[in-house]
């Protein structure tokens, strides 16, 4: 059974950072692509970055590129997302996911991957 847990969230002002976290409990988290979505009140889920099992390759969303930065530590079954520049529109449920892949990054729709967490909140005020 593999177990997603994120924490990082909270309430920050537009302009500030935060980096979530997203633990994984698998027994090989390393073969696991994983990625972070968001979803705000009446929004329907959308991605935001994606990591490949080595961390080799990453994606963004257009909407955080340049602003945001995805990571794993395979020795910590961790993955961050540090959020920089947060804007108001940033507000939103984050949600880390995985699914079993060991090529490249999985995709952005989130029927792509098989795993989730309960999410943590992020409130950007203006």
Known sequence: QVQLVESGGGLVQAGGSL???CVVSARTFRRYAMGWFRQAPGKERE???????????????????????????NTKNTMYLQMNSLKPEDTAVY????????????????????????GTQVTVSS
């Open 95 to 118: 949600y880390c996911a995985a699914v079993d892949r060991r090529t490249g990054v999985a995709g952005i729709s989130p029927s792509d991957y098989d795993y989730w967490g309960q």
């Open 19 to 21: 980096r979530l976290s």
């Open 47 to 73: 991605f935001v970055s994606a990591i490949s099992w080595s961390g080799g390759s990453t994606y963004y969303a257009d909407s955080v590129k340049g602003r945001f930065t995805i990571s794993r530590d």
